[in-house]
């Protein structure tokens, strides 16, 4: 069974596909701390787990070695230039160098996270949208500009954010250009997402070019939806469930590849994407296997340590591709509620396991964090 798709999606698999099939993969991304939380859970040891190395957020993802989306997925608006990868965050899509490497872009919090890893190229910030901030003072520092900072002028490095000002609170920067001691800041607002770059003199030459990448689509990079019906919130007795396909009716033969769409839960309408991963076939097909051999259960659910079991501040959407780039199913992951976890497709909801859950984090696409239960099962390997 198939499912529509766009077919730009498709373009893109094959493209990246034939490109990077040879490809090995990587060490799943560094897990930090959730990005948002609105007080849901119960203050117990045994009602809150996160990521399991607390903020270890300035560590610095490596992109030189072959990526865990070994497919290396391309822009399905414009091809993607070479040496160069696609990076969507809502409904912006930007290019950067290949070498660019993901990290957390240090808060306000930055005295607290030494000793840390330093980052010692230019990254694209995980955050994104929001991000886990701990209430630390730190030391003040000389005033610079907005968005020069807040850590000291000799830890900057070069990186790009992108910020949904429609959703956050962030710290306001006009749109334009600033240089300050040897620095530049470009912003740049695109519909309700703000595109900001720090560049120092050794990356100032790609500047432009990375900017002028910047556009709206409403496919990322990797091909997800920018937006999902997935992003409404559940509630008790009306769980999110997929509309179409169904896992049992897909032939693990014909599956190449594992397209993972990761959505802030904004609403039915809004646009939600956070991050996407397109893994290639040897995790596609592992990762069907064990969704079809988990218990058909749900969960795990721990609704008594909840104040709000049901809330849920984001979601996966799990597509398995063909060669072709089509979708063959489309399954929706709850992972970090105290109520309504698991997998689900149109007509069966199986219980999250290392296999099932842990398996669909890398890269971009980050566990932000979840109830102990689901946190065991969804933690990535460091």
Same mark, same amino acid.
């Given at each position: 069974?198939?499912?529509?798709?766009?077919?730009?999606?498709?373009?893109?698999?094959?493209?990246?596909?034939?490109?990077?099939?040879?490809?090995?993969?990587?060490?799943?991304?560094?897990?930090?701390?959730?990005?948002?939380?609105?007080?849901?859970?119960?203050?117990?040891?045994?009602?809150?787990?996160?990521?399991?190395? $607390?903020?270890?957020?300035?560590?610095?993802?490596?992109?030189?070695?072959?990526?865990?989306?070994?497919? *290396?997925?391309?822009?399905?608006?414009?091809?993607?230039?070479?040496g160069w990868r696609g990076v969507t965050f809502?409904?912006?899509? =930007?290019?950067?160098?290949?070498?660019?490497?993901?990290?957390?872009?240090?808060?306000?919090?930055?005295?607290?996270?030494?000793?840390?890893?330093?980052?010692?190229?230019?990254? =694209?910030?995980?955050?994104?949208?929001?991000?886990?901030?701990?209430?630390?003072?730190?030391?003040? +520092?000389?005033?610079?500009? $907005?968005?020069?900072?807040?850590?000291?002028?000799?830890?900057?490095?070069?990186?790009?954010?992108?910020?949904?000002?429609?959703? *956050?609170?962030?710290?306001?920067? $006009?749109?334009?250009?600033?240089?300050?001691?040897?620095?530049?800041?470009?912003? +740049?607002?695109?519909?309700?997402?703000? =595109?900001?770059?720090?560049?120092?003199?050794?990356?100032?030459?790609?500047? *432009?070019?990375?900017?002028?990448?910047?556009?709206?689509?409403?496919?990322?990079?990797?091909?997800?939806?920018?937006?999902?019906?997935?992003?409404? +919130?559940? /509630?008790?007795?009306?769980?999110?469930?997929?509309?179409?396909?169904?896992?049992? /009716?897909?032939?693990?033969?014909?599956?190449?590849?594992?397209?993972?769409?990761?959505?802030?839960?904004?609403?039915?309408?809004?646009?939600?994407?956070?991050?996407?991963?397109?893994? *290639?076939?040897?995790?596609?097909?592992?990762?069907?296997?064990?969704?079809?051999?988990?218990?058909?259960?749900?969960?795990?659910?721990?609704?008594?340590?909840?104040?709000?079991?049901?809330?849920?501040?984001?979601?996966?959407?799990?597509?398995?591709?063909?060669?072709?780039?089509?979708?063959?199913?489309?399954?929706?992951?709850?992972?970090?509620?105290?109520?309504?976890?698991?997998?689900?497709?149109?007509?069966?909801?199986?219980?999250?396991?290392?296999?099932?859950?842990?398996?669909?984090?890398?890269?971009?696409?980050?566990f932000w964090g979840g109830h102990a239960a689901?946190?065991?099962?969804?933690?990535?390997?460091?």
């Amino acid at each position: 069974m198939t499912e529509p798709e766009d077919g730009r999606a498709a373009d893109a698999f094959r493209a990246a596909l034939a490109r990077h099939a040879e490809e090995a993969d990587s060490d799943a991304a560094v897990p930090v701390h959730p990005a948002r939380r609105r007080g849901r859970w119960i203050a117990t040891g045994a009602a809150l787990a996160v990521a399991a190395s $607390a903020v270890v957020g300035f560590a610095l993802l490596d992109r030189e070695r072959p990526a865990d989306d070994a497919l *290396d997925p391309i822009g399905p608006s414009s091809t993607v230039a070479a040496g160069w990868r696609g990076v969507t965050f809502r409904d912006v899509v =930007v290019q950067v160098p290949d070498e660019w490497g993901d990290a957390n872009a240090p808060g306000s919090d930055w005295c607290a996270d030494s000793p840390r890893e330093p980052i010692d190229r230019p990254f =694209v910030d995980l955050r994104a949208s929001g991000g886990f901030v701990r209430l630390v003072l730190c030391s003040q +520092q000389d005033p610079v500009p $907005a968005g020069f900072g807040p850590e000291p002028q000799e830890r900057w490095v070069p990186h790009l954010s992108l910020v949904d000002l429609a959703e *956050d609170d962030p710290e306001p920067i $006009a749109d334009g250009t600033t240089t300050y001691a040897g620095w530049t800041l470009r912003a +740049q607002t695109i519909g309700d997402v703000q =595109v900001r770059l720090l560049t120092d003199a050794a990356t100032e030459a790609v500047a *432009d070019d990375i900017m002028a990448t910047a556009q709206r689509a409403d496919l990322g990079a990797a091909g997800c939806d920018t937006s999902s019906p997935a992003q409404e +919130q559940p /509630a008790e007795g009306r769980p999110v469930v997929p509309t179409g396909g169904t896992l049992d /009716a897909v032939d693990s033969d014909e599956v190449a590849g594992l397209l993972v769409c990761q959505y802030d839960r904004l609403g039915l309408g809004s646009v939600g994407l956070r991050a996407e991963r397109l893994a *290639d076939a040897e995790v596609a097909r592992a990762w069907l296997a064990a969704v079809l051999d988990a218990p058909q259960t749900g969960g795990p659910d721990e609704p008594e340590k909840c104040l709000y079991p049901w809330e849920s501040d984001m979601t996966l959407v799990v597509h398995p591709l063909d060669a072709d780039g089509t979708r063959l199913a489309t399954v929706y992951v709850a992972y970090d509620a105290c109520a309504g976890n698991g997998v689900r497709d149109a007509a069966t909801t199986w219980g999250l396991t290392r296999k099932t859950c842990a398996s669909l984090f890398g890269e971009r696409v980050i566990f932000w964090g979840g109830h102990a239960a689901s946190a065991r099962r969804c933690t990535p390997e460091r």
